[in-house]
């Protein structure tokens, strides 16, 4: 169990049991504060890790009760410049789905520089998956027909491929369903500075995710390296 304190810093494989999809044959060892395959020597956890904010619960990695003052950031800015990239997400709605925000990264706090990469849900209950390639404006807003469920699971990989922005879904993990393909061989902002799970706030909208998401099955990769 993880025991949420504000302002601490978690490395999200600190024990054992938090370790996702590990072969247990390998010989694994911290080192440097990171999870590192021994057999291998690739390092697992990546370099980048969270920041618990307020008060929001974790349990066996699963966070939940986030609120405008109860979330959890990124330890170090999303900047993957022009290389690919990969937010893949595990969680869980609640019974209310509306304008739920699972994860933004924005070019700053204020009404003025909320343009980012956001993934929510919208008040029709469906996905909104909305990105920029400035910081000043959305390049797109896309609503895909997809409608989400209450108290329901879901796997998400948003990502840039380099040639497109792609929002893909899951109900069991394995199998993924395309619901988002937006065209562009230019790649996302480069200076996010607020990165955070479970809410969005600016000077406009304050949404918090009213669900729970697994950290243990969330990660983000730049250029197939695990950064998150």
Request: hydrophobic share 30%; aromatic share 18%; glycine share 8%.
């Amino acid at each position: 169990m993880l025991n949420a304190t504000q302002g601490f810093t978690y490395n999200k494989f600190e024990k054992p049991n938090d370790w996702p999809k590990i072969d247990k044959t390998f010989d694994y060892k911290i080192e440097n504060g990171k999870l590192l395959s021994g057999n291998e020597h690739i390092y697992l956890s990546g370099p980048v890790n969270y920041t618990v904010v307020g008060n929001p619960t974790i349990v066996d990695g699963v966070a939940s009760n986030f609120s405008t003052s109860n979330y959890l950031t990124l330890s170090d800015n999303f900047r993957p410049g022009n290389n690919t990239w990969e937010i893949g997400c595990k969680f869980t709605t609640s019974s209310s789905v509306s304008d739920n925000v699972l994860y933004s990264f924005q070019a700053g706090e204020t009404n003025a520089t909320r343009y980012g990469l956001m993934l929510r849900t919208t008040g029709q209950n469906k996905f909104e998956a909305a990105f920029t390639l400035n910081g000043t404006s959305w390049f797109n807003n896309t609503i895909p027909d997809f409608y989400v469920s209450g108290n329901a699971t879901y796997w998400t990989k948003e990502y840039w491929d380099g040639t497109a922005f792609k929002l893909d879904i899951s109900t069991d993990g394995i199998t993924y369903q395309n619901i988002v393909n937006v065209q562009s061989t230019t790649p996302i902002y480069n200076s996010f500075t607020s990165c955070k799970f479970g809410v969005w706030t600016d000077g406009a909208y304050k949404w918090a995710w009213n669900g729970s998401i697994d950290l243990n099955n969330t990660y983000i990769q730049v250029n197939n390296y695990l950064w998150f």
